[in-house]
Antibody
Framework: EVQLQQSGPELVKPGASMKISCKASGYSFTGYTMNWVKQSHGKNLEWIGLINPYNGGTSYNQKFKGKATLTVDKSSSTAYMELLSLTSEDSAVYYC???????????WGQGTSVTVSS | DIVLTQSPASLAVSLGQRATISCRASQSVSTSSYSYMHWYQQKPGQPPKLLIKYASNLESGVPARFSGSGSGTDFTLNIHPVEEEDTATYYCQHSWEIPPTFGSGTKLEIK
């Protein structure tokens, strides 16, 4: 069974950075690209970027360049997203989502809630 | 970026009737072989769930009362007959180019 298990909720101070993890199981981690998606106010979905776990290649939404950094650890089948210089605008739920062969997001993590507050 | 305009923003449908949700793309997302449009269902507190890929292909395990159609710039998600458990927000998403974008969502209520 394919599963994407994300790290728990975070409360961080403005200006700080933080990293979210997404541990994959039930499939070949290096065989599928991983997407990251932001959901603000429980509604709007925005694509942040993707990473190819096989070679570490990345592609980012221009809006999130300098805000998010995507990495993977193949040895533990885990994808990471680091969020930098956080502001209140970064408060949201963040998802990892596997990119299927049809280029749809076929499996999603449960989401990680990030709250930026002093 | 490709803009996806979903309509309506919300709708209420009686149990057993049909729900129809539209998604219009600001440019074509189809080739002669494939349409790079997908539909998701999201219930409160849960991640989105893939329902339909390539505009009309039902994802494994999704009930056959869900169907998708369309090509080019105009796409439709139909649910018939609707059931109580279909209460959710539905999103379209294209994967024609980077960045993929999502529609703004349609909230479905079952009367």
């Amino acid at each position: 069974e394919v599963q994407l298990q994300q790290s728990g909720p975070e409360l961080v101070k403005p200006g700080a950075s933080m990293k979210i993890s997404c541990k994959a199981s039930g499939y070949s981690f290096t065989g599928y690209t991983m997407n990251w998606v932001k959901q603000s106010h429980g509604k709007n979905l925005e694509w942040i970027g993707l990473i190819n776990p096989y070679n570490g290649g990345t592609s980012y939404n221009q809006k999130f360049k300098g805000k998010a950094t995507l990495t993977v650890d193949k040895s533990s089948s885990t994808a990471y997203m680091e969020l930098l210089s956080l502001t209140s605008e970064d408060s949201a739920v963040y998802y990892c989502a596997r990119r299927g062969y049809e280029r749809a997001m076929d499996y999603w993590g449960q989401g990680t809630s990030v709250t930026v507050s002093s | 970026d490709i803009v996806l305009t979903q309509s309506p923003a919300s709708l209420a449908v009686s149990l057993g009737q049909r729900a129809t949700i539209s998604c219009r793309a600001s440019q074509s997302v189809s080739t002669s072989s494939y349409s790079y449009m997908h539909w998701y269902q999201q219930k409160p507190g849960q991640p989105p769930k893939l329902l339909i890929k390539y505009a009309s292909n039902l994802e494994s395990g999704v009930p056959a009362r869900f169907s998708g159609s369309g090509s080019g710039t105009d796409f439709t998600l139909n649910i018939h007959p609707v059931e109580e458990e279909d209460t959710a927000t539905y999103y379209c998403q294209h994967s024609w180019e980077i960045p993929p974008t999502f529609g703004s969502g349609t909230k479905l209520e079952i009367k």
